[in-house]
T-cell receptor, first 116, second 112 residues
C-alpha cells in the first residue's frame, strides 16, 4: 500500500512528557500537512511543508510544538511538555503541488494522543 | 477567518431513504473537497469540485458546488448501512494559504 502512513497509531503519555509522531507521505507527493482533530470537530490545520521547507504555520501551533521534514520525505511532529488539552487525533496529509485551484490532500490514519 | 458550516450535524435515517447534507460559507473557495471518516481513522477523499455550478456523481452520491463557490451539497440516493460515517467538507482558498478549512462534519447513521 502506498498511502500515507503514521506512527504510532496510539500514544498515551503523562502530562509534562515529550512526544514525537512520524508521518510518511505518498512517495511522489512534495507537500505534507499536519492537522489536529478533537472530538466532535473537523480537522484543524497546524502546518505544512513543501519539500523540506516549512511554509505555513497556524496560530494553533504553540511554541511547544515543532515539526520537521529534514529530507523532504517523512516528517515528525514533536510536542514538548504535553498538556491535557493536547489530547487529540493528529492527522498527516500529503499532496502533489499543482497550479490552479486543486489541492487534493490524502490523509493518513492518524495518531491518537491521550495525555493523562 | 473562513468558516464552513455543515448541516445537519446529525442525521439518522432508514435504509433506502434519500438525504442531502449542506456545506455553507460566506467565503469563496478555489475548490472544495468532501471526505468521509470512520471512527479512529483518517478522512478519505470522496470528491473535489472546482468550477461554480459543477455537479459530480460517484455512484449513489451526487456533489454540487454552488455557482458562487461558497457552498456545496452532498445528496445520497437510496442510502445503505455502508454509507454510515462522518462526512466532512473542506475548502481550499489558494493564494498561498494551503491548509484546508474543514466544517465540523455531519454524522450520518443509516439504519437497516
Amino acid at each position: 500500500d502506498t498511502g500515507v502512513s503514521q506512527n504510532p497509531r496510539h500514544k498515551i503519555t503523562k502530562r509534562g512528557q515529550n512526544v514525537t509522531f512520524r508521518c510518511d507521505p505518498i512517495s511522489e507527493h512534495n507537500r505534507l500537512y499536519w492537522y489536529r482533530q478533537t472530538l466532535g470537530q473537523g480537522p484543524e490545520f497546524l502546518t505544512y511543508f513543501q519539500n523540506e521547507a516549512q511554509l505555513e504555520k497556524s496560530r494553533l501551533l504553540s511554541d511547544r510544538f515543532s515539526a520537521e521534514r529534514p529530507k523532504g520525505s517523512f516528517s515528525t511532529l514533536e510536542i514538548q511538555r504535553t498538556e491535557q488539552g493536547d489530547s487529540a487525533m493528529y492527522l498527516c496529509a500529503s499532496s502533489l503541488a499543482t497550479s490552479g485551484r486543486y489541492n487534493e490532500q490524502f490523509f493518513g490514519p492518524g495518531t491518537r494522543l491521550t495525555v493523562l | 477567518t473562513q468558516l464552513l458550516e455543515q448541516s445537519p450535524q446529525f442525521l439518522s435515517i432508514q435504509e433506502g431513504e434519500n438525504l442531502t447534507v449542506y456545506c455553507n460559507s460566506s467565503s469563496v473557495f478555489s475548490s472544495l473537497q468532501w471526505y468521509r471518516q470512520e471512527p479512529g481513522e483518517g478522512p478519505v477523499l470522496l470528491v473535489t469540485v472546482v468550477t461554480g455550478g459543477e455537479v459530480k456523481k460517484l455512484k449513489r452520491l451526487t456533489f454540487q458546488f454552488g455557482d458562487a463557490r461558497k457552498d456545496s451539497s452532498l445528496h445520497i440516493t437510496a442510502a445503505q448501512p455502508g454509507d454510515t460515517g462522518l462526512y466532512l467538507c473542506a475548502g481550499f482558498s489558494g493564494g498561498g494559504a494551503d491548509g484546508l478549512t474543514f466544517g465540523k462534519g455531519t454524522h450520518l447513521i443509516i439504519q437497516p
